[in-house]
């Protein structure tokens, strides 16, 4: 992934952001038709497998526990729900799920061990599986690799310098520290931020430094719009105008030609025009499905309807990467295997102390 030489500076991406629009519109236009097919479109679709409950305080987010929302709480999916549901978002065009849990970190407990389970079944089912887990240490994104995760999601959400007017409870530092940990297992990096929390334009182009400064920037660039949910400490946000979405999708466009631009959170309060403006400036991805984690998303059917307008046609999977493969995690394994040699010990104790095992019962047709 590369970066756009022309900008080395955060006043040369602010100098960007405020190009006449339509000449920045131009210009995005232009490096996306040299990197990108502009009539393809990746169809992702977002599925939160644990809501609600978060510890965190993300100013913007219904689902920290601390906040008093809508959002009905539920603890993780089972993997058969999941992989319903990944079918489901296939047949409908989409060619990655991105699972979501509301956790402040990744924990090695049974709910992890499921995760990999998931991450496993619907890699089998030939889509891109993408996770956002919150914070991961390096042993925990080897186990997702191993598994045959595609993608690890992990926001910046802001520049450095906003970033305490929007979360307390941990570092920026931390964000890098877990995107990382992510390239080091050779994950692709989704990671992006949300405009409309009060923040100025140099906050915007603040958060595109944190990336251009990365060694390589992220394979995936997600650009959302906040959606303002009551309840939150950011509920009163007037709503972004669609001119400062464009700007941020074209500016992002230009300064890492090679990333997918994703039009992420907000698209419901966007028109067909102006979504069509965002996808002339160089987004080349949306999610798909009715919702969001929690906050509500487009239907399937009316994103179906925008793609026949336009004559976009969604990417299919893998397109820019090989698939993982999928294979046994060691850990899942082992714990198998204990349970299988304790299982055995109960049986022999039993009959020595000559109890019979229960009988299955047969019943006639
Ligand atoms: S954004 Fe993620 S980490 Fe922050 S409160 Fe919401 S679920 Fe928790």
Redesign the pocket.
Known sequence: MKVNPAYKTKEDLVKLYNTPLLELMYQAATIHREFHDPNEVQMSSLLSIKTGG?????G?????ARYHTDVDTHKLMSVETVVEQAKNAKANGSSRLCM?????NIRDNRDFDNVIQMVQAVNNLDMEVCC?L?MMTDEQAERLKNAGLYAYNHNLDTSEDYYDDV?ST?EYQDRLKTIDNAKNAGISVCSGGIIGMGESVEDRMGLLMSYMKMDTPPESIPINALVAVEGTPMEDQKPVEIWEMVRMVATTRIVFPESVVRLSAGRTSMSKEGQAMCFMAGASSIFAGDKL?TTPNPEFNEDKELFDILGLKPKAAFADGDRPESKPDAIIEEKKKKAAEREKELAEARKERGEFSPRKVVTAK
């Open positions: 978060c510890p965190e305080d993300c913007y987010c219904p689902q920290a979501g849990a509301a956790w402040r956002t919150g979360i941990r984690l």
